[in-house]
């Protein structure tokens, strides 16, 4: 008789996982130090002054976010904007790993899947986009930062959280589909959250106090996704 072999698991997925484990481990590192100072005041109800200084819109918010140059707040903003293209990197194969899984999953959907990649390749180019443009702000004096350096960073980012959000939400799909109960329920759950942090996330390009918490609930599909994909096979 033929022993019983066990079938190992996909490639495909586990990459997807460990890629998903990548983000939380970048995100972690983004939040420890070094850390910004009191005198970094962000603005528009965001506590992060990451957060905040992608969506200034002037100059004295560019000022109370970062204060003027030389100062230690500017290079701290330095350090995340470095530590952030390992992020987009990370972030950029999930969204393109997902869509596939999707595609190959459900057929049907594979415009969806095509879309996704689209959208979540377009945000991560202009997420590189925007750090350049806030590097070369970090890199200038309040006196030589112009409106049109500032814009280019509050335009940049509104466009890439519109598409790294519409990627979001619909690979979110790809959790949402699975249909089997029992420990699968927990596979459904991410889908959620990935859905709730693609809604509350549109949502905040018009209110940007929400960032905050839909970047935290990301963060928790990411979460997700990683134990998911690595340890619960689906």
Not at 28 to 56: K, W
Not at 132 to 148: E, G, M
Not at 189 to 202: F, K, N, T
Not at 218 to 233: D, M, R
């Amino acid at each position: 008789m033929v022993p019983h072999q066990m079938r190992r698991p996909e490639p495909l997925p586990r990459a997807a996982g460990f890629l998903a484990l990548l983000c939380v481990a970048v995100l972690v590192l983004m939040e420890a130090r070094p850390s910004f100072t009191n005198a970094s005041r962000p603005q528009n109800g965001i506590s992060d002054p990451v957060l905040s200084l992608q969506m200034a819109h002037n100059l004295d918010q560019v000022d109370a976010v970062l204060g003027d140059s030389p100062s230690p707040d500017r290079e701290v903003m330095r350090a995340k904007q470095y530590e952030d293209f390992a992020f987009i990197a990370c972030y950029a194969a999930l969204y393109l790993a997902l869509s596939i899984l999707l595609a190959r999953k459900y057929p049907w959907a594979r415009p969806i899947a095509v879309i996704a990649a689209v959208a979540g390749v377009g945000a991560a180019a202009l997420d590189v986009r925007e750090n350049f443009a806030i590097l070369r702000v970090v890199d200038s004096t309040l006196a030589a930062t112009t409106p049109s350096m500032i814009d280019a960073i509050h335009h940049t980012s509104l466009i890439k959280w519109a598409l790294g959000f519409i990627a979001l939400g619909l690979l979110s799909l790809y959790f949402l589909w699975e249909r089997r109960g029992g420990r699968f329920r927990t596979v459904r759950a991410v889908g959620v959250i990935d859905a709730a942090a693609a809604i509350l996330g549109l949502f905040s390009l018009y209110d940007h106090s929400v960032l905050p918490f839909a970047a935290g609930l990301i963060l928790l599909g990411l979460c997700g996704a990683a134990f998911v994909l690595l340890w619960l096979p689906f």
